[in-house]
């Protein structure tokens, strides 16, 4: 791509130095290190780390060009834009030459059941005989059979995100589904990804140290359905608090469809049972009614499946095929996913107040009758605080037994953590406290009886710890095998 396609395809405030220079672009960075000869280099304004800092260190790298917030004094041309992140986001999609418009792209935005229900949207996709890929927390994959190839955000930033759908576009892929965190539509990453279905699974707190608000984490949500066009399709989970503020929000060119539980909806659950082995109930489409009895269990897993299924209404494929194919989902990594029998160990990634809210719901429905329920939990650091007592109360209230630990400390004191999450206790004198997250899962190995359910929280699929000044390898399901089990 040639340097004078960017100059007319985006809107800058000044162009600097520009005369004389129609260097072919090799490719995009917002690193410098990454930075390689003919690169245009995107000095990105972060919450910690200002990329103008850097603007010297990518042009001795190689950059060609920088887009830049201010004038640097530096020997290559500039483009001065309003806002870089806004600019790097329009840089990759012309770069690869908007990936996403060749794709039937639907995103999936919301605090918690992002990934699952991605994943049962691809599973639905290649029940039709349909390819599709999946982008998300656990990595990308091409289809539902592949491996997961890493990604560093649930969203990647636009250009590696504009990239991985080119990639997909020439794999002869015609689909994707996606997860879409707040962050990445705060921070532009998505922009210009044409998304012809956009799907809400709830709004609750999360990201506070982000967002600040809970309004203006509902406005970042928001965006993605702001900018749906005819023929485009918008899902809201009617029972969720904030839905009725986002079906204001839907463009009046998209067709708005609901799901839910407890208010009217166009894919409804009724006749709800659990046991041991999963979810039975009566799902009603628009008066049609199909019985439905899912391997995955909770309420959070119902809501899930609601999602899914009304994507698959939403998109014409056939609904007893659909039910079948949900049917035979035993669930995804991490994700109350039960890594031990006798006593029962859960390993679920909640890490937000209603998430733990609700797998330890679901997770009280399966302990027998004469069982205790053991909650295993902690808190990331440098993350939402106000959420940490939140949490405390809860697994009070819902568990019979709490082992607080950490979870991600990062740059902050576990114990400061700890004691956060003490505030909401009404008493403390049946908590027992661990730091060390191992030595907390032998804690509750030691209390475990055989008719309990243990449910360790927090980190789901992740396979490693990140401490204050390095990152270990710790996956919490390794762990429950070697206590529990000694594998």
């Known amino acids: 791509m040639r340097l004078r396609t960017i100059i007319d395809n985006i809107d800058y405030l000044e162009l600097v130095d520009i005369d004389g220079f129609c260097t072919e672009i090799q490719g995009i960075s917002y690193n410098s290190k990454n930075t390689q000869r003919d690169y245009v280099f995107v000095c990105l304004t972060g919450e910690h780390v200002d990329g103008h800092e850097y603007a010297e260190e990518a042009v001795t790298n190689g950059a060609c060009i920088c887009i830049v917030e201010r004038r640097l004094n530096l020997d290559i041309p500039q483009i001065v834009v309003s806002n870089t992140q806004e600019a790097l986001a329009q840089i990759a999609d012309i770069f690869y030459v908007s990936p996403s418009q060749k794709l039937n792209l639907i995103g999936v935005t919301g605090t918690n059941g992002k990934t699952t229900v991605t994943h049962l949207i691809q599973k639905l996709y290649e029940a039709e005989n349909l390819k599709c890929a999946l982008i998300g927390t656990l990595g990308n994959k091409y289809s539902s059979d592949d491996t997961y190839h890493d990604v560093k955000h649930t969203t990647p930033q636009a250009p590696e995100l504009q990239e991985l759908f080119y990639t997909i576009y020439k794999k002869n892929i015609p689909n994707v589904v996606m997860e879409v ?164 160990v859960i390993v679920d990634y909640a890490h937000t107040p209603d998430g733990l809210q609700n797998v330890l719901n679901a997770a009280r429905g399966i302990t027998p009758q004469g069982g205790e329920l053991i909650c295993i939990f902690g808190c990331g650091g440098d993350r939402d605080a106000t959420k940490r007592p939140k949490m405390g109360a809860i697994a009070e209230e819902l568990a019979d037994k709490v082992i607080v630990t950490s979870d991600n400390p990062r740059s902050e004191d576990p114990q400061q953590i700890i004691t956060d999450i003490l505030a909401g206790f009404k008493s403390v004198s049946n908590v027992i406290v661990e730091p060390d997250r191992e030595l907390a899962i032998k804690q509750a190995y030691k209390l475990a009886n055989a008719n309990d359910v243990v449910i360790v929280a927090g980190k789901g699929h992740e396979d490693y710890q990140i401490l204050a000044n390095e990152t270990i390898h710790f996956d919490d399901r390794e762990k429950v095998r070697e206590i529990f089990i000694g594998e």
């Open 181 to 344: 965190s707040s962050h990445a539509l705060a921070q532009h990453r998505v922009d210009y990804c044409d998304f012809n279905g956009a799907i809400l699974t709830n709004l609750t707190q999360d990201h506070l140290d982000f967002h600040i608000t809970m309004n203006n984490y509902f406005k970042a949500k928001a965006k993605l359905f702001e900018d749906l066009y005819t023929g485009d399709f918008a899902i809201i989970n009617a029972d969720d608090e904030y839905a009725g503020k986002f079906m204001q929000v839907v463009s009046p060119k998209a067709r708005l469809l609901t799901y839910g539980i407890k208010s009217e909806a166009d894919v409804r659950a009724i006749s709800i049972e659990f046991n041991n082995d999963g979810a039975k109930f009566v799902c009603d489409i628009q008066g049609k009614k199909y019985d439905i009895s899912l391997q995955m269990n909770g309420m959070f897993s119902v809501y899930n499946v609601l999602a899914a299924l009304t994507a698959a209404y939403a998109l014409g494929f056939n609904i007893e095929n659909s039910i079948k194919t949900l049917e035979q989902v035993k669930g995804v990594a991490g994700r109350f996913e039960i890594v031990v029998n006798k006593p029962t």
